[in-house]
């Protein structure tokens, strides 16, 4: 069993993902329709660095199946769940957050495998 198999059975829960994060011109983001995701979600603190070199704390540390993009947003949940201006908008959403860090890591001993990983920003209180 490769490593992505074992990765993938260990994916049980649902978030909603809103990625392509594109600059408004108003220091806002627009992104794509938010779609349901199958992730590992851990809600625990940790130290990281960000692309300028900042250390920053994350709220939550996400094991997604797929690739997702810096400045995106998660909640973890159903779009079920969720008002439609939630769903239009995932700043409305008290629970969701934003990724702050992304990574890709071949699994060993493949080019085609892939684990990931993304650090969601703390809640704002």
Do not use: H
């Not at 979600?41 to 939550?60: A, H, I, L, P």
């Not at 769940?81 to 995932?90: E, G, H, V, Y």
Request: contains cysteine.
């Amino acid at each position: 069993m490769s490593i992505t198999s074992v990765i993938a059975n260990l994916c049980k829960q649902d978030a909603v993902y809103w990625g392509n994060p594109q600059n408004d011109g108003y220091s806002d983001f627009t992104y794509d329709a938010a779609v349901e995701i199958k992730c590992r979600w851990e809600d625990k603190v940790q130290f990281f660095r960000d692309r300028q070199g900042n250390e920053q704390s994350s709220r939550s540390i996400v094991y997604p199946l797929q690739e997702l993009d810096e400045e995106g947003w998660l909640y973890l949940g159903l779009l079920t769940d969720l008002t439609a201006a939630q769903i239009a908008n995932p700043k409305l959403i008290e629970k969701a957050s934003t990724i702050k860090k992304f990574e890709k890591s071949p699994a060993l001993g493949s080019t085609t495998d892939f684990s990931y990983k993304a650090w969601l920003t703390p809640l704002l209180t």
